[in-house]
């Protein structure tokens, strides 16, 4: 198992920016894929992006493609979320997670590490 560490919330107004931050504690790291999931007040937690981690191929959640970036450094074992042109309804805790196959990169049952998760508060 292995412990993933996001960082990178806080509060920014709507149409802002944030970059958020996952790191994994293990020295020697590997991954099928790592994803971005977040969970509003009362919601079910959802997917938002995902990226392979040898390939660096991305995916994302319909509702923030074209704003959000996901990228990886193998060489750090990090991975990141680069959040434009933020909306209120992009509220939420965002969770960092690894995933443990290639397929199913939407589903959140297909990861098994997960981190504390980070807030994000957009103000309207």
């Known amino acids: 198992q292995v412990q993933l560490v996001e960082s990178g919330g806080g509060v920014v107004e709507a149409g802002g920016s944030l970059r958020l931050s996952c790191a994994a504690s293990r020295r020697t790291f590997s991954a099928y894929a790592m994803g971005w999931f977040r969970q509003a007040p009362g919601a079910e937690r959802a997917f938002v992006a995902s990226v392979t981690w040898d390939f660096g191929m991305p995916y994302y959640a319909d509702s923030v493609k074209g704003r959000f970036t996901i990228s990886r450094d193998r060489t750090k074992n990090m991975v990141y979320l680069q959040m434009n042109t933020l909306k209120p309804e992009d509220t939420a805790v965002y969770y960092c997670?690894?995933?443990?196959?290639?397929?199913?990169?939407?589903?959140?049952?297909?990861?098994?590490?997960w981190g504390q998760g980070t807030q994000v508060t957009v103000s309207s």
């Open positions: 997670a690894r995933a443990g196959s290639v397929t199913a990169l939407r589903a959140a049952n297909n990861y098994g590490d």
